[in-house]
Nanobody
């Protein structure tokens, strides 16, 4: 099994930045996906960004709402995934969850298998 622990959430003003971290333990067999999702009160959970790793191939996905503002990165030695969030907007406020899953067919699955407990991001105007 895989455990995921998020950190780095907090409260910032609009235009500010935060970096979320997701530390993974256990083992994910290649190919696999890791990503960030968010859910605001009264709204459905949405995918924010994800990264697919298959052999030597890697590609990332970003939701249109965060393209150009959010950036995924990872430290493979530490099994840690990061989400750098810049130019934050009040509509980015949500609980952010890290997730992971095996990948099949060269893409990330619709449903991820492993989830962290979440970290809150609040952006004030």
């Amino acid at each position: 099994t895989v455990q995921l622990v998020e950190s780095g959430g907090g409260s910032v003003q609009a235009g500010g930045s935060l970096r979320l971290s997701c530390a993974a333990s256990g083992y994910l067999y290649n190919p696999y996906c890791m990503g960030w999702f968010r859910q605001a009160p009264g709204k459905e959970r949405e995918g924010v960004a994800s990264i697919y790793t298959g052999g030597i191939s890697t590609y990332t996905y970003y939701a249109d709402s965060v393209k150009g503002r959010f950036t995924l990165s990872r430290d493979n030695a530490k099994w840690t995934l990061y989400l750098q969030m810049n130019s934050l907007k009040p509509e980015d406020s949500a609980m952010y969850y890290c997730a992971a899953a095996r990948a099949y067919g060269g893409s990330c699955p619709a449903n991820f298998s492993y989830w962290g407990q979440g970290t809150q991001v609040t952006v004030s105007s």
